[in-house]
């Protein structure tokens, strides 16, 4: 309601109700001009915000890798791992709802957002910086799953890595020597399409010991040609 000023009231009946009504005309083009006004400008901030996203589909089979939430604070800082896996999408539901199996197929009991996720390609990373930041992130897991394994099922395992720099880093249930010996410098066969293979540090040792032994046998040889040729005296 409006409260009319003393110059309306000194006006005449008849033009204060003819401005009221040219007023109330004007009532209905005035709010379509408010509701337009709102209209564009929440088509503006859509626009705004679909410019920064991008979309993203997952279909059953890709491979993802699931955001890690540390709720306490990690001991290795930058280096703790944010993202674990890979894990296979199962299946895929409306408003991003997502199932992920492992990869030997068990299927977790809870659905992860599409937000949490990524995709990856397994293949090797070519940029040398990165891939030994992530060598320093993932053998953590490597070796928790090896110490979750052994203890689960009571096998005996040994796990011996080397980091790009040459580092070797091993976990072993038991004694690891007495497993390797199972192994290195055997001919048997688990199966009809495995073979097992001496290790790969066994197969170092045995070359630089083979490099050795030609190294102190082509020293004998100089020796005895020189003790042959005047005992080994010089001619000047």
Not at 95 to 112: C, F, H, K, R, Y
Not at 138 to 166: F, M, Q, W
Not at 192 to 214: A, G, H, I, K, T
Request: hydrophobic letters at 35%; glycine letters at 6%.
């Amino acid at each position: 309601m409006e409260i009319p000023s003393m110059r309306i009231l000194a006006e005449s009946e008849l033009e204060w109700a003819k401005q009221r009504y040219e007023q109330l005309n004007l009532i209905d083009e005035k709010q379509l001009t408010a509701l337009c006004h709102g209209q564009c400008y929440q088509q503006r901030m859509a626009r705004a915000f679909n410019a920064r996203v991008r979309h993203r589909e997952f279909n059953p089979g890709d491979l993802v890798l699931r955001k890690v939430l540390h709720i306490t604070p990690d001991s290795r800082g930058k280096f703790a791992y944010k993202y674990d896996g890979p894990f296979v999408v199962k299946e895929t539901f409306s408003e991003g709802a997502i199932i992920l199996s492992d990869m030997d197929g068990t299927e977790n009991a809870l659905p992860v957002n599409a937000n949490a996720i990524k995709k990856t390609e397994l293949k090797k990373i070519e940029d040398k910086n990165a891939r030994e930041v992530t060598f320093s992130k993932r053998k953590g897991g490597l070796l928790k799953k090896a110490s979750e394994l052994a203890l689960l099922c009571g096998v005996d395992i040994v796990i011996n890595t080397y980091s790009p720099h040459g580092n070797p880093f091993v976990y072993s249930k038991s004694s690891g020597d007495a497993i390797f010996r199972r192994f290195v410098g055997s001919t048997s066969t688990v199966g009809d399409d495995f073979n097992v293979m001496p290790l790969s540090c066994e197969d170092r040792l045995n070359e630089y010991r083979q490099q050795e032994r030609e190294a102190l046998s082509r020293l004998e040889e100089a020796r005895k040609h020189q003790q042959a040729n005047g005992n080994g005296k010089p001619r000047w």
